[in-house]
């Protein structure tokens, strides 16, 4: 046998080194560079409740929390949500039927008293469960027909459009019966609302209270040291020892009420997600404000992120969307044109993303480095901002997703901040009420 010629074999060797180099590669690049340790425990009560957390420009935590002040009646129990369950006060199938068969006449009808078939069947409740048996496509039709005066008697699924949202005492959906509805994250009436500044290791330096209505649900801190808020309809501007420096009402800017589902800021502007919906098929419209919070402005409509969470960053004059409900990051100029997107879903591969509705959260680390939380798996990872894996970083405990209950929308939401070097990781845990902390190894 003829020896293979020399460049022949210097080119196998090439190939074979390349192919040995890239296995080394992916090697490392799937092998984890922080562990869980000790979480941060915030003492709030029975009823305390973590809400989000951000980070402020000394590399402490800015704590939203809520909770039940000593001797306040228990917040009653809320039902879960999702497809209704035969048994536990469920609405029987027949009577569901019922109520979608006039519904759909009425939708048919046009009329008033068509209308009315469905008032003198239906409570808020039945219904409610009625409604969620159908999938988005079905219910939309069923709920751009109803008149004003219906919805505001019978009381509208989670959903989106003008007025799906009434409010009652403690922001909970009511009816104009007074019945109170189940609506999920949200505290029952009496809650008390603040911001806590927490070290890095776990101490609790300051409280801001909330006032006249808002919520901590969102946070985000400038490296300037201003702290902007939202919930509750409103958004604010603090400066770093928690001065309230300006607050705008945003239900009236945006026209109706709505989550304040993610937020940012960069040196000129404010960007502020606006959530309709407590399913995977919520969307979300972003705006842009000044600074000061003047000249608000929509830019971005119709992203979908689940339960009216999703994820705002810039980096450079690019704005990052975390559009979970579809397992990628959309980019945006600041003015609303996209510019590119990446991200798939993969049960398998790592690079990918898994499970109901991923990347739920993400932060930049140092470098430009994007690290992106998965909720249901508790996978932490990091990108550059285009999109390109760089590796895994670790796991916090989590558990599967509880199908069809408040469990299950609650735990699609777990914010992730990175410290200056990146080592260390937060990420909020609302069903265990604790903030957990990835280290990195030696």
Aim: with cysteine.
């Amino acid at each position: 046998m003829k020896p293979f010629p020399r460049k022949l074999s210097a080119l196998l060797a090439a190939l074979w080194c390349a192919h040995a180099g890239h296995a080394a590669t992916k090697a490392a690049l799937d092998q984890p560079t922080h562990k869980e340790i000790e979480p941060i425990r915030i003492p709030l009560g029975e009823e305390g409740q973590l809400k989000t957390i951000a980070m402020d420009r000394r590399g402490n935590l800015l704590v939203g929390v809520s909770w039940l002040p000593e001797g306040a009646p228990p917040t009653p129990k809320r039902e879960p949500l999702g497809r209704p369950e035969p048994g536990a006060g469920a609405t029987p199938a027949s009577e569901r039927e019922r109520i979608l068969q006039l519904a759909r006449e009425a939708v048919a009808e046009g009329t008033p008293e068509a209308w009315d078939k469905v008032l003198k069947v239906a409570t808020p409740q039945t219904f409610r469960d009625a409604m969620l048996t159908l999938d988005q496509s079905e219910r939309r039709p069923i709920m751009e027909a109803m008149p004003p005066e219906v919805r505001q008697k019978i009381g509208p699924p989670p959903g989106r459009g003008p007025g799906a949202r009434p409010q009652g005492p403690g922001g909970q959906m009511s009816d104009a019966r007074g019945g109170i509805l189940p609506q999920l994250s949200v505290d029952g009436v009496g809650h008390h609302y603040a911001l806590k500044v927490v070290s890095p290791r776990g101490k609790v330096l300051a409280t801001w209270p909330m006032l006249d209505g808002l919520q901590p649900k969102m946070i985000f801190g400038h490296p300037d040291g201003t702290v902007y808020v939202a919930g509750g309809g409103r958004l604010a501007r603090f400066d770093s020892r928690g001065k309230l420096l300006h607050m705008v009402d945003t239900d009236a800017i945006y026209g109706q009420k709505a989550a304040a589902s993610g937020l940012c800021a960069d040196d000129k502007h404010v960007f502020i997600a606006f959530g309709m919906g407590n399913s995977v098929r919520a969307t979300e419209d972003i705006y842009r404000f000044k600074r000061d919070l003047t000249e608000p402005k929509k830019i971005v409509e119709r992203q979908y992120g689940c339960c009216s969470h999703i994820d705002l960053r810039v980096s450079g004059r690019e704005l990052l969307i975390a559009e979970n409900s579809r397992h990628r990051v959309n980019r945006f100029d600041f003015d609303g044109k996209q510019l590119g997107t990446w991200g798939r879903r993969d049960r398998e591969a790592l690079e990918a993303f898994t499970a109901c509705c991923n990347p739920c959260n993400f932060d930049f680390g140092p470098k430009g480095v994007l690290y992106t939380a998965e909720s249901g798996v508790g996978r932490v990872k990091k990108y550059s901002a285009d999109g390109q894996f760089l590796g895994l970083v670790g796991y916090v405990d989590t558990t599967e997703f509880d199908n069809g209950s408040q469990l299950a929308a609650i735990s699609c939401y777990i914010p992730i901040e990175v410290n200056k070097d990146a080592s260390r990781i937060y990420v909020m845990d609302i069903r265990a009420h604790i903030i957990r902390v990835l280290a990195k190894g030696k």
